[in-house]
């Protein structure tokens, strides 16, 4: 093993990595830790800081987390850098050459030195207090190793929690509960050993490509004086990345009868074989079937049948009587192999034929499933194609949206309202509605509500009401024909992506929060702006509480520059819930008695939209404390972002505010609010009551947002106590008065920029302007009209011969002159490509497929991709309009640019789909396209004439044409 690392010695060895800073206090080398955990990091950027602040967040201070970077090839160093620079006391960083996740471990035990070792992956993630409750059993019991449940948790199928057979065998040998051996499951990851019981017997994990954790822990665990379980799932393992040894489908396959050798061999050195015999059969053959299973991804099938004949054989001989082990037939976990799976499973022939047909079906693909077998074929077949655009739950969509748009007139007494995409109803979009369903003047209208769950508390007195329609987001049908035709559509957050606004159609967009934590383009997540920056684009009006939230949402969303409704700053109508509710009747829903002060822990959601942090145990554990610290004297509640609320565990629910009162309601009877980055502490400040920042994990919070900019504001200019553990919080509250009195006079002056606007009359002037016609001017008008307007169209970012040229460009274009935003179609499409984009260019994406109205379209669309340009194509202008009105409903462009040059339906969207003055494409130097011929310019960079008759425009050089954008020197 070739080590790059640089250790620094000191007086108990303690060591640093090359490319770390080296801390040193006389605290970290006198101490020795409790647990060493062990991360091994190879190439894993991405999952990496959820791993690390789930570790550097232990309720188990005395550790230390080693982690050694397996010689990655991504920002994973960079990564490690950064929490070794704010957490030197609890990181021991090192780097070496790449030689597998069995040495990279091996290399992190050599330099542990905690009393117990734990390992985890870098990819998965922990509870806050999984390691002192696997320490504290293990001191407790005196057991060499301690054993955890564990969550599987899948981005596609959720999270679940495996069973267990028998919980009362632990907390003994396994030599005494066989049965252990299948309950502990076969990784290092859920588990802690004590280093003695590792280091003196000279265990090491052995070089292996696959199963190298089984071929250690049960060595480990027979060799243990007892083995104790704590019944939690405290791990958070992530079975669905693709590079994770989960996920491997190639000849590692064959390691699993290696670390079975091992297994089997030190069983019998020790003793332990015939007594644990069955349980190790059960357990390889488990193994052994995983793999059998994931055979059918496979194409090469002389690998197939090796496999297969290898793991019959080796069954058959090392683990003889295996399908008569009593673990096999008679416990019910493993059901699922009975009936015609066992069948099947029983015999390798009776396999084979199982996995031909299963590959017939599905084919070779494990995430693609029947879209990589005969998928493909039948949609290439006229009948097939057809049948899949009708049936496909997405082109279903898509259909129904478009015929509402296209075909059906408005409903002018209708009002559509979306909370947070149908998720919740509450916030802005409710209060409106309150105002407008109780208003006498107002009584012919229809009130339409997008929900996922009709028994939301402020849904439920409508359900029966002639004047309020519920929808539900999966209601295709209605969803779409409610949104389409609608005269009004109440919006705080966003529409399905298929959604095209009416020319006739008067939309409010009312967000939902003053913004403190950093959106959109300001975060290292450009893409998820997508679909807000769409709805943002769409709306008439924009309701506002303030400047400050005005100027930064719109460029967080690109949406500055090419903005044409009217923003509203009034005040935000859900405050208007706040200022008129009583509080002492809040109170008693409560059920807080006379002389408790009400205290609200009210912390933020973590991670992006697309990756919430699912796991709030963390924030939980922190109520507890903050609730316990305080005693009878105070009732405290905590309030979850919704986003949050819906990953609570069963258990956890009992905590939570109770859902049936409106968030701003309940801030009335609220004395003493802590939040940490959430937007509630501005509507809070029109209570003039104290608040208390709780930015307990700031750093791994912004870590993992990453972007060009903190905060929108420093948090000290906030005028709020700030607290940076739950025992500092239970100190401020009981001497709140003469704290918070400090900052009272600066409370005035930041609530007045704030709530300024709020008085309680949001709501009466938001419809005065919308629903009485009053006139109303543009608080703020971002656009610059001396600026032109570029639309540059590009559907190919893993071409590196053309992105590298358009990212040339765009680095060199005069920002002072021209408004650039690029449209991509799709916001998965190269992401190392679109943050390498300048910071100036806006950023819109296509997201969803393309929208066909009927089954002319669709031919016609069929058509243009395989023969290019004909008479039938050009009747297509509908389909191309309809699709490019999702981003720019109403919105005209100087130039508009087809940059990628290769694809005849993308050309037609530019020439079509877009209202722009002049129209140009590039041409790299393929096969030009039929439809160059009605560009106005095209732009050739390889300084070659384009051979195509009949062209509209002229042929220019790249150089020529780009130099009309450039700065000048």
Known sequence: MGVLYLERVCDKGYARSESSSYHTTITQLDRTPLVSIIVPVYNVEEYLPRCLDSLVNQTLKDIEIIIVNDGSTDNSQAVIDRYDRVYPHLIKPFLKENSGAADTRNFGISRATGDYIGFVDSDDYVAPDMFQ??????????????????????????????????????????????????????????????????????????????????????????AANKVEFVDQPLYYYQVDRAESSVNT?????????????????????????????????????????????????????????????????????????????????????????????????????FLKFYLFILSAIKGGSKDGGMKQGLIPCI?????????????????????????????????????????????????????????????????????????????????????NDKRVIIVSPSDDNNYAKYSETSRYLVVDSSLSPYYIKKKEQVYIHTWHSTLLKTLGSDTDYIWETHNLGKSLLDSDYFVSPNRFTSERLFKAYYCDALYKGKILELGYPRN???????????????????????????????????????????????????KSGLGDEYAVLIKLHHMSEKYLMRNQKEYVAPLDIETNVLLAAVDILITDYSGILFDYLITRNPLILFPFDKDEYLLHRGGNKDFYLDLNDIPAVICHTSDEIVDTIRNIDKIAGKKQAYYEEFAKRFVGNDDGRAS?????????????????????????????????????????????????VDYDKFNVSVWLNSIHSNRTVQRKFNRNVKMFYKSMRFMCLNFREFKSVRRLLKNGLTTDAEKLGGFFRRNMNRNFAGISFDISVYYTG????????????????????????????????????????????????????????????????????
Request: charged content about 30%; aromatic content about 14%; hydrophobic content about 40%.
């Open 133 to 222: 409750k696997l320490y504290e059993k293990a001191v407790e019991t005196d057991s060499d190793a301690v054993v955890c449940r564990y969550y599987r948790i899948s981005e596609r199928l959720g999270s679940r929690i495996p069973n267990i057979i028998d919980k009362s065998a632990f907390g003994c040998s396994v030599v005494e509960k066989p049965v252990i051996i299948l309950d502990s499951r076969p990784y290092l990851c859920n588990k802690i050993f004590k280093r003695s019981l590792i280091i003196d017997n000279g265990f090491h994990i052995p070089s292996l490509r696959l199963c190298e954790d089984a071929a250690v822990v049960y060595p480990l665990l027979l």
């Open 249 to 349: 489908y190639d000849n590692r396959f064959f390691d699993i009868f290696k670390a079975f050798d091992i297994i089997r061999d030190f069983y019998q050195k020790h003793g332990g074989l015939q007594v644990c015999f069955d349980a190790l059969a059960e357990q390889c053959r488990i193994i052994i079937f995983i793999r059998l299973r994931a055979l059918r991804y496979f194409k090469d099938r002389k690998f197939v049948n090796l496999f297969i004949r290898t793991a019959y054989k080796y069954l058959n001989t090392r683990f003889k009587g295996w399908r008569s082990n009593p673990y096999y037939k008679n416990k019910p976990e493993y059901k699922k192999y009975h009936g015609m799976m066992r069948l099947f499973f029983s015999n390798r022939l």
């Open 379 to 463: 949609k290439n077949t006229r009948i097939g194609g057809l049948l899949f655009w009708l049936l496909g739950r997405s082109n279903r969509q898509a259909r129904k949206f478009a015929k509402f748009y296209e075909n059906k007139e408005l409903l002018e007494n209708h009002i559509f309202y979306a909370s947070f995409r149908g998720e919740e109803f509450s916030g802005n979009p409710y209060a409106i509605f309150r105002y407008l369903y109780n208003h006498p003047d107002m009584r012919d209208f229809r009130h339409v509500i997008l929900t996922d769950n009709k028994q939301n508390p402020r849904v439920i007195p409508y359900l």
């Open 576 to 626: 208007d819930l706040l200022i008129h509710a009583n509080k002492e009747d809040v109170r008693k829903l409560l059920n807080i008695p006379d002389g408790k002060k009400l205290v609200l822990y009210a912390p933020t959601w973590r991670g992006t939209v697309t990756k919430p942090v699912k796991n709030s145990d963390i924030l939980i554990k922190h109520y507890e404390s903050i």
């Open 764 to 812: 009466e002037r938001v419809c005065d302007i919308v629903f009485r016609g009053k006139d109303a001017i543009s608080a703020c008008d971002f656009s610059d009209k001396q600026k032109q307007d570029l639309l540059i169209i590009v559907d190919d970012l893993d071409d590196l011969r053309i992105t590298s040229r358009l990212l040339s460009f765009l680095d060199n």
């Open 902 to 969: 290769k694809s005849e339906l993308y050309s037609m969207l530019c020439l079509q789909g877009i209202d722009a003055d002049k129209k140009v494409a590039y041409w790299h130097g393929e096969k030009p396209l039929s439809t160059f011929k009605f560009y106005d310019e095209i732009v050739s960079t390889n300084n070659k004439e384009l051979p195509l008759d009949g062209i509209a425009g002229k042929t220019v050089s790249r150089d020529a044409f780009e130099s009309n954008f450039a700065r000048k020197p």
